[in-house]
Structures are given as C-alpha cells and as structure tokens.
C-alpha cells in the first residue's frame, strides 16, 4: 500500500517520563522519528493522548465527565509540547482541536486541515473528541475518516497486537499476520476502544499497531515493511 496520508495515533505514554507528566525529551524523539518521515510526498496527521497527565480509571473519585474533560484538557498540554519539539527539528505543524482554546489551538476543520496540509504542515489534533464518555481512540477513527487518511498507525511500546499483555505474560502470542476487525472485537483484544473499531470497521480503514518506541520503525512502515500487526 502506497500511503499519501497517514493518522499517527500517539498515547500519551509516547511523550511522557516514564508514564507520568510531559517530557520534552520523549517530546523530541518522537519529533525525530516524524522528521524521518517528513516529505512532500505524504500528508502526516497525529492524534495525541493525554494518559501520561490523568486518566479516568487513576483519576482517585473525579467523576467521569469531569474526567474525560481534564482529559481532553491534557491532550492540548501533550499538542504543546509535540508542537515545540516538532519546531526545534524544523517542521511546521498547527494544532486543531474540539476543545478549542482560541489563544493557541485552531477549531477541528476539515477544510482548514486540507489548507494546511498543502502548506506542508503537520496537523496535530487534539481534544479527543470535545465530548466526555469517548476515547482518544474514538477520537482518532473520526479525524482518520475525516481527513480521508490511508491508515492509522497507532504506536505503542509493544511489538503489534497481542493475544494476551506480554508485558504480564512472557507466553504472549504475536499476531503478526494480520487480524480482523470483526476478530479484534469479539476476542476483546483492547486494541483500541469497541467504538473505534466499529466506526473503522464500517469505513474500511486499516490500523497498524507497531513498537513506536524502536527507532525506524515509524520510517519502515512508510517504505511499505510489514512492521507490527496489520488489522483491516
């Protein structure tokens, strides 16, 4: 597959220390491993999480809407930063956002998405979905149907899709020759929210889950490797 137009889902894991707080640090690794990417030749989106600030399941009794707003909130905090790093390795970038904060994001649009992605610029979405109740996952299925994307390349600290947590069984089984949708939901595999996989399900869009955090992997992929699991 050819890929013109990528949707980077980046957990916020990706840019914290050591799984809490923003970390300018993981903030520029994961710029650099953008910037290996980064030509005229494919349009890049990232869709950032905010679990390295709060989370709703650790968040100690704030109720749920409360929650998922802070939530939303720490994902512009993570856009931040992911647009500072991405400036220090020299590409531009522009935030849009569903919780728009006028000062220093743009509104989700997807006619000012396709602006800024002929000027060159890598769009960083951020504020989930703008309402409570849904994730980041979700969040990510919609702008990835939105902006028409080829595929979503969601990274993580694993190898790809997992029949159980390697990181609590060492038996864990890999599946590295693709899965799908209709596989990934009924074995309840947590790839990616229940949500997400129907809307991307019913609009035929892949998702590549791959070990973000092996350098050139990202760079791999868009030269067409079969890196992590593929489910389509």
Request: glycine share 10%; net charge negative; with cysteine.
């Amino acid at each position: 597959m050819s890929l013109k137009r990528i949707l980077i889902k980046l957990s916020g894991e990706m840019l914290g220390d050591k799984g809490s707080g923003f970390s300018m640090e993981s903030a520029l690794t994961v710029a650099g491993e953008i910037k290996n990417i980064y030509s005229d030749d494919i349009d890049i989106a990232v869709l950032v999480g905010g679990g390295n600030i709060i989370r709703f399941r650790d968040s100690n009794g704030i109720e749920r809407v409360t929650a998922d707003f802070m939530g939303m909130t720490a994902t512009i905090i993570n856009a931040l930063g992911l647009q500072n790093a991405l400036k220090n390795v020299g590409i531009d970038s522009v935030i849009q956002s569903a919780l728009n904060i006028e000062q220093i994001t743009e509104g989700v649009s997807v006619s000012q998405s396709e602006l800024f992605f002929k000027e060159g610029r890598v769009v960083i979405f951020a504020g989930g979905t703008g309402s409570p109740f849904f994730t980041t996952d979700t969040g990510a299925a919609l702008r990835a149907l939105e902006i028409n994307a080829d595929i979503i390349l969601k990274a993580t600290k694993v190898d790809g899709v997992y029949d159980c947590d390697p990181q609590k069984n060492s038996s864990a089984k890999l599946y590295s020759e693709g899965l799908s949708f209709n596989e990934a939901i009924s074995k309840n595999l947590k790839i990616m929210d229940s949500a997400a996989l129907a809307i991307l399900k019913e609009e035929n869009i892949g998702v590549r889950v791959f070990n973000f955090k092996e350098k050139g992997n990202l760079a791999k992929i868009i030269a067409g490797e079969e890196i992590g699991t593929y489910i389509s």
